[in-house]
Structure formats: C-alpha cells, structure tokens
C-alpha cells in the first residue's frame, strides 16, 4: 500500500480579491465540478493584474493547462476601478533608473531591478498595443488607454486569456492547500498511471450564496498565489515558514484638525516641500546591533520622508502628491506612531526664508497704502491654483489670508489683518508671517483613506523568493505575485506594473518549470 505523507497548510481565499469583467467568459459552472477531484496543471490564486497575468503568460503557447480561482463573482476589479476608472496602466519613465526606483518604490526598488529589466513598462506598453489597445502618456508619465476606461484594458486580459483556454473560476474561495510529498517509488507510479504531477491539493469553497456553497478538490503541479494583501494569506506563508513583514495601509491622505485651514479646503499648490517628523523611534534593534548598523537602519527608516511635490488642501487636512509619497514611504514608521506626528510645510521652498522676507519689506515700501490681505505679491509656480485667486503665478489668496491672521494673532496683534494698511504692519510681523509661509508645523491627528485604491505595505519578505523567476525558496513549484510580496509604489502606475512584471515572471517561469518536469518524467 502506498504511503503519503502530506503537510496541511491553511489558506483564506482573497477577501479583497479582485473582480469587474462585463462577460462570463470560459468560467467553469461550479454545479458541472465532479464531486471527485479535477486536475490543472497550475492553479493561480486570485483574479487580479498579477495572477491574471501570470496566468495568460504560462498558457499562451497553449501546452499548459491553467486555471483561476477568484473569491469574488468576477475578476479584475481592482484593474477596473484604478485611476477613477480609466485604468492607469504603467509610467512611461526609465524603469532600468535606480534613482527613479528607488523614489518610487518604498519598499522592493533594489529587488525589482533585474524583473523590470526582463519586463518593465515598454514590455507592458507593447504588449497591450498588440492586444488592440492604443495608448497615452499624459505630461505626468501617467500611462492610460486612449479611450480613459479602464474596460479596455480588461477587454484585453480577458480576450487574452480566453485565447490561452485558461479555466476561469469565480466565486471560488480557497480554503486550504494540501503540499504532498511523495516518495520517489510513488512519484514514479503517479506519472506511469495518470502522467500528473501533483504537487499540491488545493480545497476551494465554491458558490455565490451560503445554500449554494460547497467544496471541491482540485490537484496541480505548481501553484501561483496573488490573492492580494491577504491577512489570512500572510499568515498561512508564515506557517511555511516564510518571513512576513506585517501589512500596513499606504498610500492615504493625513488628517489635521486646525482653525488656519478652515476655509481652505480645494486650495492647492504645486510646489511644496513637506516632512514628517515627531514619529516613534526605532525599536527593532537590540543589544547586539552596532551603532553603524543602527544608523543605517534610521537613514533607511527615515527615507522618503521629505518630499517636495504639489499639496493639496482638504475638508479633513491634507492629500495630493507630496503627502501621499509621505504615506507610502512612512508607512510603517506612521503606523507604529499611531498615526500621530507634526508635518513641517514650506509653502515656497522656490525661495529661501530671507529671500520672502525681502520680497516683503520691498512689498511694505511699494504698496504701502494698499490692504495687505487683498493682495499677494509672492509668486508660486503658475499650477498653483485657488478658486478665489484670479492671479495665476501668485501665491493663493484664501492661503495668504489665512496665514495673514494666524501671524497677527500668534504676535498678539488685535488689528484687523485682512484690512491692515502694509505701511502700518511692523517689520517684525513681517518677518514673522516669512517663517509661517516657510516653516508652517501641523500636528497630523490620523489618516484618511484613500478613496479610489487601497495599496498595503507589507508582505512575504523579499528574501524568502527568486526573483529570477518568483518562486517561493520555501516550497518548492510555489510562486508568489503582485501584493502578496513586501513590494509596493507611490501613485502613477507603479504599482500596476510590478503586478504585470512578477505576474510575467511568475508564469513564464511555471511554464519552463512545467516542460522540463515533462521531459525528465
């Protein structure tokens, strides 16, 4: 009788998977799944950019067979929903740049370098093209189909994958996959008898209602896991003994309760300069660390936390570029502060403190008969924008305004700010309002969501996978993908594009690993 001795692993189903196609296409009807188990030679994990397109690049020859387990009723949803809808495919910058990785991706940037290099953002943008889908780069290098809806793109992935004959399985959670090892005599009557290697049993959940539910098995040689930023998947790959950074939320705006922005909100300006600081200490060091290992660790932590981008303000405190690039690069250190510290902004870093305090003693001798909170005579980049500003290039009067009262009241000056004459405000005051536009302190209360995408900081340490082909050095025929990996970008198409680049690994290196099993069986 034969012997197997199998290793059982839990395994949530992605929670936050990912959905959103128009057509059922190639989706397998759960009430036709035999009750005994079926056989893929790959099952992939999670219907999103990363295992879809893992999986359409492991079948497109056609010699695999593969299938997809999707949680949710479709796939793709998250591609649906990304930049507003329209899909923000890939950036157009120079992904073989490292300084460009490096300000662009917090976590992964030295990791992703040789995968950008075998497909990075030109592979993504021509593979697309070929699929009938024309695109275009906005003055940001925002990549983006001409038609600005992100079905375009997904019309694309699904017609690819339809080609491949790749089984598409929704509302399909997976429960637990089954690792079996077997004994080389057993291995060999398993390919003899059924010419399958099955190195995994996987259990799904399968229906879209609870009377409806029930469980199938399915066996394969290879497994893809991108089932998202699953809690329930990292701590299933901790189990298996892979590290696991914990996940925390990236990417949001901060929250700040303060009166000088009351009235604001809408205001923007292009050229800010911002930090955090007053963030909780480094506590992963011990006894043992040297003090140069210390120090290297704190330039790491402390990395990204300044940027210099546009600022926007809201009804609940501050977003834009330069605070989102805060989040994603001080994800963790926010979190372990409770999502407490001061943000230390330079309204005009065009400028130097001294340079707008000249500006402004020359402005006192020029209008000096003139209100001083009608008018602004400091000059910002042109983008800069206010609703009640109809002078582009200067500084935004709603803006102005507010940092007007907050100086005379900080210099327990009774007199009516806005309506003071510039020949009666003391040069001091003057000099005073010159730090607040340059070195203005907000206490950050919180963070806000952000509402389009939700991105996570954390994952399977990069460690523990090849990035040469995105296998698991764990589990052998396990490959991981997209957010499943402590890999994570700013804003732009980043992100995307290390879900099509592990994605492409991942399943042209299952394909490889597939034949030549073939040709040594």
Not at 343 to 372: H, M, Y
Not at 403 to 426: C, M, P, Q, Y
Not at 467 to 479: A, G, I, Y
Request: with cysteine; aromatic share 8%.
């Amino acid at each position: 009788m034969k012997t197997t001795t199998t290793t059982m692993m839990e395994f949530a189903g992605d929670e936050g998977g990912e959905g959103g196609v128009r057509r059922e296409w190639n989706a397998v009807d759960v009430s036709a799944l035999s009750s005994s188990p079926r056989y893929f030679e790959v099952i992939v994990v999670g219907g999103g950019a990363a295992g879809f397109f893992g999986a359409i690049e492991c079948a497109r020859h056609g010699d695999v067979e593969v299938a997809v387990f999707e949680a949710l009723p479709s796939v793709l949803t998250k591609v649906k929903i990304s930049g507003g809808g329209r899909c923000n495919v890939t950036h157009a910058a120079d992904f073989d740049d490292k300084e460009l990785l490096s300000n662009s991706y917090p976590r992964g940037n030295h990791e992703m370098m040789s995968p950008f290099v075998r497909f990075g953002a030109h592979h993504t943008r021509d593979w697309f093209e070929k699929m009938g889908v024309s695109l275009k780069t906005e003055s940001d290098g925002r990549v983006f189909p001409v038609s600005d809806s992100s079905q375009s793109i997904i019309d694309a992935l699904t017609t690819a994958a339809d080609r491949a004959g790749i089984r598409v399985i929704c509302n399909s959670k997976v429960l637990r996959v089954q690792a079996t090892k077997l004994s080389a005599i057993d291995h060999q009557q398993q390919q003899q008898q059924h010419h399958k290697q099955a190195n995994f049993c996987v259990e799904v959940s399968q229906g879209n209602s609870s009377y409806q539910k029930s469980r199938q098995l399915f066996h394969c040689a290879a497994v893809l896991l991108a089932p998202g930023a699953s809690r329930v998947a990292y701590e299933w790959a901790s189990q298996l003994g892979h590290g696991i950074a914990s996940p925390v939320p990236s990417l949001f705006t901060l929250r700040v309760v303060d009166k000088r922005l009351d009235g604001l909100a809408g205001v923007s300006v292009a050229d800010v300069a911002v930090e955090l600081t007053q963030l909780s200490a480094d506590t992963a060091s011990d006894s043992k660390t040297t003090s140069k290992q210390k120090n290297a660790r704190q330039r790491r932590r402390n990395r990204g936390l300044k940027q210099r981008r546009e600022l926007l303000i809201t009804h609940w405190g501050f977003s834009g570029p330069a605070v989102l690039r805060l989040s994603a690069f001080g994800a963790r250190q926010l979190h372990d502060s409770a999502y407490a510290a001061e943000l230390l902004v330079n309204w005009r870093p065009c400028s130097t403190e001294q340079q707008t305090v000249a500006e402004l003693l020359q402005a006192k001798e020029r209008l000096g008969a003139k209100q001083i909170g009608t008018f602004c005579p400091l000059s910002v980049p042109s983008s800069a924008h206010d609703a009640d500003n109809a002078d582009a290039g200067l500084f935004p009067r709603r803006l102005w305004r507010s940092l007007l009262l907050h100086t005379f009241e900080s210099d327990g000056n009774s007199t009516d700010a806005i309506n003071a004459r510039w020949r009666d405000v003391k040069d001091s005051v003057l000099r005073e309002l010159a730090r607040e536009i340059h070195r203005s302190v907000f206490r950050v209360a919180g963070k806000g969501a952000f509402k389009e995408e939700f991105v996570t900081c954390g994952g399977v340490r990069l460690s523990d996978v090849d990035f040469r082909t995105m296998e698991s050095k764990r589990v052998p025929h396990m490959f991981l993908a997209g957010e499943q990996l402590d890999v994570d970008a700013v804003t732009g198409g980043f992100n995307l594009q290390a879900a099509w680049t592990t994605g492409y690994i991942a399943g042209a290196s299952i394909r490889e690993q597939i034949l030549q099993d073939r040709a040594d069986a």
